[in-house]
């Protein structure tokens, strides 16, 4: 009920390729929230979704919340290796007054130049 | 200033030894802080959270605990380590504008 569900898994692309992905939840998501985490570091919040449908960029960045709330999106055009990382989905905890987020697995972005 | 500090940045410790684990945040008063832990292949995992001073609510059962002894101290601990309790762990405070999460550079704990 709580969790979300990331794919894919990894992905590899090849420097300059669009890479998309996906998180997906069974219950309707109040809001979702998107995280990068480059390898070694700690996660960096990006951005949060709120609204039905809404779509957000951050230059190559763009991020998507599914009409009915239950899924997002994020694609990167033209990939970077500075866009190296893992780029995880999360969702509020909730249910008895419990607090923090719940995160996806996350989708692992490998760059080759 | 919302930075995070976390000590130690590594770890190597024994199974069956103890843990003490140390958060502290500046900025802002009575922040909500979290432990998460992320294991390989498992993503993030919420551990703790804590509302204020000596408010601790545990959200997966295990042989770890935490304080709150302060406002901006938070501390996880364990009396006996597991070889499962190696990990990523990450402290974090939620943030004002989204609720979102500001997390610490974190602690890399191996287990042997």
């Known amino acids: 009920g709580q969790q979300v569900m990331q794919i894919p898994q990894y992905q590899h692309v090849q420097e300059g390729e669009d890479f998309t992905t996906y998180c997906n939840s069974s219950?309707?998501?109040?809001?979702i929230q998107w995280y990068k985490q480059r390898p070694g570091g700690h996660p960096v919040f990006l951005i949060q979704l709120v609204k039905s449908g809404e779509v957000k960029k951050q230059k190559r960045l763009t991020f998507q919340f599914g009409e009915a709330k239950k899924n997002s999106s994020l694609h990167i055009t033209a990939t970077q290796t500075t866009d190296v990382g893992t780029y995880f989905c999360a969702r509020m905890y909730s249910g008895g007054g419990a607090d923090g987020l719940t995160f996806g697995k996350g989708t692992h972005l490998i760059i080759q130049p | 200033s919302q930075t995070i500090h976390q000590w130690p940045a590594t770890l190597v410790q024994p199974v069956g030894s103890p843990l003490s684990l140390e958060c502290t945040v500046e900025g802002t008063s009575n922040p909500n802080l979290y432990w998460y832990r992320q294991a390989a292949g498992r993503g993030l995992q919420l551990l703790f959270y804590s509302v204020g001073i000596g408010q601790i609510s545990s959200e997966v059962p295990q042989n770890l605990s935490a304080s709150r002894p302060q406002d901006r101290q938070f501390i996880l601990s364990s009396k006996k380590l597991l070889l499962s309790d190696s990990g990523f762990y990450l402290c974090?405070?939620?943030?004002?504008?989204?609720?979102?999460?500001?997390f610490g550079p974190g602690t890399r704990l191996t287990v042997l």
């Open positions: 974090a405070r939620r943030g004002l504008a989204w609720d979102e999460q500001f």
């Open positions: 219950t309707t998501l109040s809001n």
